[in-house]
């Protein structure tokens, strides 16, 4: 037995009310109606009344069902819940209208944020309060069964299922999400992923895509939003200027962009500007720098291109969080010149 619920959980406003609330809902199933419920603000003991059910988007008229309920005690934010003692049946998306007899505070929402249904106040079908929802839900128990299907699906690197759910390898899946009926719609999903190792090595300027089996290669500016290199179309790209870089890589059907990677500056140097050095070269992560000067600003980035803490102390500088590769240090002149020079750390 399958079960379908309705109802609209959006409802910030909230209403003192003493008197008959209806509203009416959109069944997305066949079958018949187990409860009927409406929130409430801040619980209490709602009085003992009358619940009504009425066939279309109605309070007036002959009801199709009448059932007293007992006075009801429900905590703050809970539901006061009716279950039907007749099997009332409804038939999907045919509208249907359930009203109560409220005596503690509940939430609405103007809006109309349930397009299934209205609110119905005080016994009326006033359009006052046609552009609104109380916070409610119905279920209905369908009797139905199972269906089942197959698909055949192609992915690059990853495919969300039916639910929701990601996969990233190819395999034969089962899936389940809820049919029309309420009941399992159960899907058996052939799935072939192609998967791209996105990952770029840096050497020096060199940037090299470590995907191998990739049939097209184009290299992007990432400072010059995305723009592909002209020319810059193999596996492995020598930078021609300092900036960000990145790689996309095509198989069959199948397009990724990788991250982007910093490769630092390959200016010639300014014959005017005192020559960087930087030593000892390999470092342990803490180096001298010959050159500079004590208005200079000393910027390090690692081969991604961020920016990594430095402690300086005239020409000294120290890498405290340095991991062993290679880097960059930018020297920023006061005169608006910059000077790069490269360094690893072992």
């Not at 930087?278 to 180096?287: E, H, T």
């Amino acid at each position: 037995q399958g079960q379908c619920i309705m109802g609209n959980l959006n409802a910030p406003q909230t209403d003192p009310t003493n008197v008959d609330i209806g509203q009416s809902f959109t069944p997305t199933c066949n079958g018949v109606i187990e409860y009927v419920e409406i929130f409430t603000t801040n619980g209490g003991t709602n009085a003992a009344g009358t619940l009504r059910i009425f066939n279309n988007s109605t309070v007036l008229g002959t009801p199709i069902h009448t059932q007293a309920y007992p006075a009801i005690t429900v905590n703050p934010g809970e539901a006061i819940r009716v279950y039907l003692s007749t099997p009332i049946p409804v038939t999907a998306f045919a509208m249907k209208t359930f009203e109560m007899e409220l005596t503690v505070e509940i939430p609405f929402s103007g809006g109309n944020p349930y397009s299934g249904g209205r609110l119905f106040y005080n016994g009326t079908n006033s359009s006052v309060h046609a552009n609104s929802d109380i916070k409610f839900n119905v279920s209905v128990l369908s009797n139905c069964d199972d269906s089942y299907s197959s698909i055949t699906a192609d992915a690059c690197q990853t495919y969300t299922s039916p639910s929701g759910l990601l996969w990233d390898s190819t395999a034969v899946y089962t899936d389940t999400i809820p049919n029309l009926a309420g009941c399992d719609s159960i899907i058996t999903v052939d799935l072939n992923v192609t998967t791209l190792d996105t990952a770029v090595t840096l050497n020096g300027l060199e940037l090299t895509a470590n995907e191998a089996n990739a049939t097209g290669y184009q290299w992007l500016d990432c400072g010059n939003g995305n723009m592909p290199i002209p020319g810059a179309d193999q596996q492995s790209y020598l930078a021609t200027a300092s900036g960000n870089y990145a790689v996309e890589l095509t198989l069959g059907n199948c397009t990724v962009v990788s991250d982007c990677y910093f490769v630092g500056s390959t200016r010639i140097p300014d014959r005017d500007a005192p020559r960087i050095s930087v030593w000892p070269n390999p470092s342990n992560g803490v180096v001298q720098v010959a050159g500079i000067g004590e208005q200079d600003r000393l910027l390090v980035k690692d081969a991604l291109g961020q920016e990594v803490p430095t402690q300086r102390t005239g020409a000294r500088l120290v890498l405290p969080d340095a991991t062993p590769g290679l880097y960059f240090l930018q020297v920023l002149r006061p005169d608006g010149r910059t000077q790069s020079h490269r360094f690893l750390v072992r």
